[in-house]
């Protein structure tokens, strides 16, 4: 069976891998085994793994267009349950993922001197 959309969107902003800034919608559709959530950008079609809700599934297609090098992201929910909700839902802002830390003693002393004072 097609999955159905779950009546729910998001509008995610933020940079890409190239950092140039986009905004598209993100639609959650609800498949046999719980929610996916599902983005079309230029030639990029990312579809992310079930999930058992749709805020997982949003939350699992952050995660992996992070991995790609996408920065700076936002999501702002459009829809629910169907209904368009205009703008009037906060923005949520997604901290970008911090490079892997390195282990060790050149990364103690790369962390001490990255502590600039603010």
Not at 14 to 29: H, I, K
Not at 38 to 60: F, G, I, K, N
């Amino acid at each position: 069976p097609m999955p159905e959309s779950a009546g729910e969107k998001h509008q995610l902003a933020g940079f890409d891998a190239r950092e140039r800034g986009f905004n598209r919608p993100v639609e959650v559709v609800r498949t046999a085994a719980g929610y996916q959530a599902r983005l079309r950008y230029e030639s990029t079609h990312v579809v992310t793994p079930d999930a058992p809700s749709a805020a997982e599934a949003l939350q699992h297609m952050i995660r992996l267009l992070q991995e790609q090098g996408y920065t700076q992201l936002r999501s702002q929910q459009s829809y629910r349950d169907g209904v368009y909700l205009g703008s009037q839902e906060l923005w949520v802002e997604y901290p970008d993922r911090e490079p892997e830390p390195e282990v060790g003693l050149l990364g103690l002393i790369k962390k001490w001197l990255g502590r600039s004072p603010g």
